[in-house]
């Protein structure tokens, strides 16, 4: 399988660490099973859309608000007022990995 530098991957587009810098990855933060971006906004769905939209009711994983909102557009399925959108930001994300491994130990 062929990776790429995480600077010059599509997901990290409008994300390029400083010139001279080594580049960085961000472990924490979950990437969209489509198109393999981070996410920032986080999607939620009823089971019932999601599986009207994705296909298939618990899968594939984590989707991006575009990549969900494009999938049920090209189906031309009504998810405006059926969709939730909020902010994933990475402090929170990192807070909430930290308190799950507190709890493993």
Not at 5 to 24: I, K, L
Not at 34 to 54: F, G, P, S
Not at 60 to 67: K, L, Q, T
Request: glycine letters at 6%; proline letters at 8%.
């Amino acid at each position: 399988m062929k990776t790429e530098s995480p600077r010059n991957s599509p997901a990290n587009e409008g994300c390029a660490a400083p010139s001279g810098s080594a580049p960085s990855r961000i472990p924490t933060r979950p990437r969209c099973a489509r198109c393999q971006r981070y996410i920032t906004i986080d999607t939620h769905a009823d089971n019932d859309l999601w599986e009207e939209v994705i296909g298939e009711r618990f899968g594939p994983g984590y989707i991006c608000a575009d990549c969900f909102t494009r999938a049920a557009d090209e189906r031309l399925i009504e998810w405006v007022g059926r969709v939730r959108f909020m902010p994933y930001s990475l402090a929170s994300q990192m807070r909430v990995q930290a308190s799950a491994l507190q709890r493993w130990r």
